[in-house]
């Protein structure tokens, strides 16, 4: 991390633009995971081992902006603020809804994931994404057409998904027809957004828009919404609205880690909707469905997990003085972080590519640099942070179970408090380690473990694999 | 285990009458766990810590009937058979349906679980749940002209469930008009039966027979059973049987280890056989009612690993010269078991008060003697013998999560082979503990570990806690 980061976690810092963080070639980075690193090696997987140690020629100047940052007398107070309002969201889903309504968004109008990025410079998966989502809302009706007036930008804008209370997976797409999770903090009121997840495969947010694509997207705000919409109101109305925080705290009990596995979640959330979702009486057709289509993702709850992370993060954003990351996100071609003390201001730097396990026909030279706000489980502790409750991913790409006992145990070097509601068996139970302290990321050079899946890197393809990343080192 | 035990499982020993076996008070052994009976004992817990090595003084001759049967040249082979047989099992739900159809019971005919036992020695939870049905079964119109006919006898027969390829829970009672999970091994076509569960708190299987009890199970019978019919074999139509050994593999791998803890299992099932439910289309309010009614019940998917575990067990039965234990269970008086090589033959000795946590107002001396067929789950490798999957167990009554580990680690000791089939993630994916050996038992006295659900000891009052004991050293 660059002391333009560092200097940034002071509130007077100047912004950092993007351009001046781009520098070397994206590279894949295994910071103090040297089991994880060795497993890897073992594949023949290139990995390159970063020095955790202050670099001795810092023309940077990270160690003097560190000190400035360490001697800030409010950053202590600051940070156990921070991490306390972290610690003390309770999500609850209190209603489905169509992003149009939700937040206000208009034609020609798209979130994406990750920090701020224009047309030209974005990526493939994302250019994919927006090309089915100007699709999808009739706004062009070919992809050579979608892609003209994308940039042209006539009549176009698109922004954060993270400006707009929200997260996405991969892509992180939202357009105004997309139906939205919406989660509410029982206590403060606060409210965060999430889509729908698609399923596997060919689906918008890999970058994917051919017409099943457009679809399954049709069918998802024609039915899957409204349906969910139905449950979710009829679960309100009763006074039961669904705990996700709950189901986040039992899934990490169960072997998910939240961001790569989130099969106890979604299955526990199929069990506690299943009712609302039949007293909502619809077209029998609909309902088999809807089931159907629940019940085979695996990763439904993905897209509920990271709103309720997202309510955390911002739960902890603006605390001044406070050195605690609000959020982790990519948007395939920038990382970008956002830390408590410093608000809204986006720091960034390149985007890795993922190391992982690829689908037939596919290798590591097809992946595509980390994309999504996905992310934002790493920020809140779970994830890749918490990789030791979900051994059989690192198991996936040839690791071993300790090497994520390791990678969670180390995890603890650079965070601030431990989760009791998210309890991890095999550490005994502790916490999930949470509350990522940038002073302490550049003190120890240990770097926070992001899960993901992997894009490929041509437009319109799709999933090809899913596999780990840390954020770079700028 | 007496010289009785061991001398029977040489198919030419003589049975063993329970009365024989029956000498001294029951009581909670925590053999070969002495992590765990520390933190029992630091709350104040009874323990008793037996002793491992054979006994020096040795009446009943355990020493050299052990001889006799370590030196059986067929052994070795015999239970490498038994032991390949039970790994072979896949089993499939192909049906649910009534007991009079699926078993051929006739009126006044009554499984239970456990070993052979007679109304006079019968346990206060049995006597319960066999009032109990004679309502549920219009025999009796009140608990003392039940109680009066289950004494005089007449018209009235009772059996073990494990007689009829059947298994039950707690009690383990099974009248004609209760339904029935049947399940098959695909490769062998063997069948096995277990009754559907009815949920916690006053429920026949733990002795209670009030209204609701009554109530409950004629709602069972009238709209869950035929539900789960019509859904069954409309996926048993379209091919797709659920294939419940696969989900056992991934409730293992979820921190459940199929007894005490069975959510994962509970919620996958409900996600897998929620769209044939919808298809099934019943009237609105009972597939509402089906669903609440299954998803509610975290202990659900018991009585489906259970008849799983019994296919597993059946495969291993009759194959001579084997000292594989093919069945472990307990009627609330005896424990029983069951060996490969001994095929039919019930040894027995006295039933093991379990250590375990109260529900409020309840009290250890308000524990009965262990009870149920349950015990299926651990005579194949899960259960308590899988403890580590599944810490949040052991932590429920105080111990941690190395007591877990080490309960499952002994379990090795005493088992021919590892499960791939059902890995254990924080043992290095490490296969389950199965196929217990006598021999191996008697040789290092470390006794199989049992998790068990508790009754009250008396009849009539339902659940009191959830524990562990280990079978009766006798």
Redesign the interface.
Known sequence: MSADAVTAAVPTAGRATPASLLAGPPSVITAGIDLLADALRAQAVTVTTVDFRPPVDDPAGTAAALATVLADPRREAANATAVGRMLAVRAHLVDVLPASEALGMRPGEFYHAGPPITWDRASGPLRGALIGAMLFEGLASTADEAEAKLAAGEGISFSPCHEHHTVGPMAGLVSPSMWMYKLQDSATGAVSYCSLNEGLGKVLRYGAYSDEVIERLRWMSAVLGPALQKAVRLMVAAGEPMDITALVG?MV????EGHNRN??G???F???I??WL??A?LP?KD??DV??FI?GNEHFFLNLVMPCGKLMGDAAANVPGSTVVTALCRNGTDFGIRVSGTGDQWFTGPAGIPVGLFLAGCTQDDAHPDIGDSAITETVGIGGMSMATA??IV?FVGG???DALAVTRRMYEITLAENPAFAI??L??RGAPTGIDVTRVLRTGVLPQINTGMAGNVEGRGLHAEGMVTIPKV
Chains 1, 2 share one sequence.
Do not use: W
Not at 253 to 256: L, V
């Open positions: 039992q009990q169960m072997g998910d099969r106890a979604s299955a526990m199929l069990r506690d299943s009712p039949i007293r009486e029998a309902t088999a089931f159907a019940g051994p059989a198991r071993a179970v300790p068996p095999i005994e139970f």
